[in-house]
C-alpha cells in the first residue's frame, strides 16, 4: 500500500505530523500560507519542485482510488474543503457536477487571482482528480475557471490558463 493510500485511510501522517482529517479542519488562513499539504491531498506522478520530500503517487496507490469508493470519497472531501478557501461550491443538478460561487466568493476570490501559489495548486487539483477517478469533478472545476479567467485576464494571465487547460486534456 503505497504513502497517499495510507494517509488517506489515516494510517500514517504526511511529514509536517498532520493527518487528513487535520488538515481538512484547517481554516483558510493556514491553507494559505502552508505550503507542505497539497502534494499529500491531491497527489501527482511526478516529484515536487516546491516540496521536494512530498510522496509521489505509485500504481498502487492509482489502483486503490480507482477501485475503492470511499478512497475516492474522501479525495471529493478534501476537493470541497478547497473550493471553500476559493470561495466556491458544487452543486449537484441533472446535467451533473457543477461548480457555483459560494456566499464566500467575494470575499475569497481574491485568493485565487492574486497568489501566484494557488495557481499551481489548481493545476496540481485538477490533474490529481483526473489521476484518481474524479473526471467529473475536475472538468467541473475547469469550467468554473475559465469563467473567472474572462473576468480576471490581467490577473490569471494566459500562461496560467493554458496550464489548466493542458491539466483537463492531457
Not at 51 to 75: M, Q
Not at 77 to 86: C, E
Not at 90 to 118: D, F, M, W
Not at 159 to 164: L, Q
Request: hydrophobic residues 40%; glycine residues 4%; negative net charge.
Amino acid at each position: 500500500m503505497g504513502r497517499i493510500t495510507q494517509f488517506y485511510q489515516e494510517t500514517i501522517t504526511n511529514n509536517s505530523g498532520d493527518r487528513y482529517s487535520d488538515i481538512l479542519a484547517w481554516d483558510d488562513e493556514k491553507l494559505e500560507y502552508c505550503h507542505d499539504y497539497i502534494q499529500w491531498l491531491f497527489p501527482l506522478t511526478e516529484p515536487s519542485r516546491a516540496v521536494p520530500n512530498s510522496p509521489v503517487l505509485e500504481a498502487e496507490d492509482i489502483a486503490a482510488f480507482l477501485e475503492n469508493e470511499e478512497l475516492r470519497a474522501k479525495l471529493r472531501n478534501a476537493f470541497v474543503r478547497m473550493l471553500a478557501f476559493y470561495g466556491l461550491a458544487i452543486q449537484e443538478s441533472i446535467e451533473g457536477t457543477q461548480l457555483i460561487e459560494a456566499p464566500n466568493y467575494q470575499e475569497r476570490i481574491t485568493h485565487l487571482v492574486c497568489h501566484s501559489h494557488n495557481y499551481l495548486r489548481i493545476t496540481r487539483i485538477l490533474k490529481s482528480l483526473r489521476i484518481l477517478g474524479l473526471e467529473a469533478e475536475a472538468q467541473a472545476f475547469f469550467k468554473i475557471l475559465q469563467v473567472i479567467y474572462q473576468q480576471e485576464k490581467a490577473n490569471i494571465g494566459p500562461y496560467t490558463y493554458a496550464y489548466w487547460l493542458q491539466a483537463v486534456t492531457e
